[in-house]
């Protein structure tokens, strides 16, 4: 996670860069500043993260003094430390010292998320910030050798491959075999995202089984179909 003092000087060179959008000009320190001789209360912010969803991620922002609840402005910056840039993601007024917001279409993989909570003008309240190291979630494609159909009485083999799009790692974690609400068969991903089952023998015909993947952190929960027919 990036440290705090990190993001402030991050900050300070985006803004000399001119790449800080209109809220930070408009109510950074200068446009805040306390009277000569007056002395500015402390806050703290804090930057709640998470990806529900491929390509989405939720924040919760807080702000707290103990000079009372602040007013002020939230402001969401996703940085880029690599090559010192920065997108601002958008900016939320504090609702009894908190603001939330979700934002689409970010590249999965790690993102550097941040929050500052510029104080409304002469209300006497410190800015603050803080910030959090997020996966942004991703897709997953499912495949799987079953065979069709299998011979009276037998029990048929295949395996399960995950992979997920767009990054690197390796999906962990289960895979379930559903016929309808019943668990067939549950695996643990190995280190190449494959796992292998056995189905039980079924009634004669043919079945429509659920592959589930229950999901990590780098990738959403992911479902496929496939026709299976037990003779």
């Known amino acids: 996670m990036i440290s705090r003092s990190f993001l402030s000087r991050a900050v300070a060179t985006a803004a000399a860069a001119g790449t800080i959008l209109a809220l930070s000009a408009t109510v950074g320190s200068a446009a805040?500043?306390?009277?000569?001789?007056?002395l500015l209360s402390s806050t703290t912010t804090h930057l709640a993260a998470t990806s529900p969803a491929?390509?989405?991620?939720?924040?919760?922002?807080?702000?707290?003094?103990d000079a009372g609840v602040p007013t002020?402005?939230?402001?969401?910056?996703?940085?880029y430390p690599a090559v010192d840039?920065?997108?601002?993601?958008?900016?939320?007024?504090?609702?009894?010292?908190?603001?939330?917001?979700?934002?689409?279409?970010?590249?999965?993989?790690?993102?550097?998320?941040?929050?500052?909570?510029?104080?409304?003008?002469?209300?006497?309240?410190?800015?603050?910030?803080?910030?959090?190291?997020?996966?942004?979630?991703?897709t997953a494609k499912i495949t799987e050798n079953f065979p069709a159909r299998?011979?009276?009485?037998?029990k048929a083999d295949g395996d399960v491959t995950i992979d997920l799009r767009g990054i690197a790692a390796a999906?962990?974690?289960?895979?379930?075999?559903?016929?309808?609400?019943?668990?067939?068969d549950t695996d643990t991903l190995n280190?190449?995202?494959k796992a292998s089952f056995r189905l039980p023998i079924l009634k004669d015909g043919s079945h429509e089984l659920k592959?589930?993947?229950?999901?990590?952190?780098?990738?959403?929960?992911?479902?496929?179909l496939f026709t299976f027919i037990q003779r």
């Open 32 to 38: 805040h500043a306390a009277p000569a001789g007056q």
């Open 54 to 65: 491929a390509g989405k991620a939720s924040f919760v922002a807080t702000v707290t003094s």
């Open 72 to 79: 002020g402005t939230f402001h969401f910056v996703d940085f």
């Open 85 to 138: 840039q920065e997108i601002v993601l958008g900016d939320v007024p504090a609702d009894n010292g908190r603001a939330t917001l979700t934002v689409t279409n970010q590249t999965p993989g790690p993102h550097y998320y941040y929050v500052t909570f510029f104080p409304t003008p002469s209300s006497g309240y410190d800015q603050s910030s803080d910030d959090n190291q997020l996966v942004v979630k991703t």
């Open 150 to 154: 299998t011979a009276p009485g037998k």
């Open 171 to 184: 999906p962990t974690g289960k895979v379930l075999i559903k016929n309808g609400s019943q668990t067939l």
């Open 191 to 193: 280190d190449a995202g």
């Open 211 to 224: 592959i589930v993947w229950v999901g990590d952190h780098n990738g959403e929960r992911t479902t496929k």
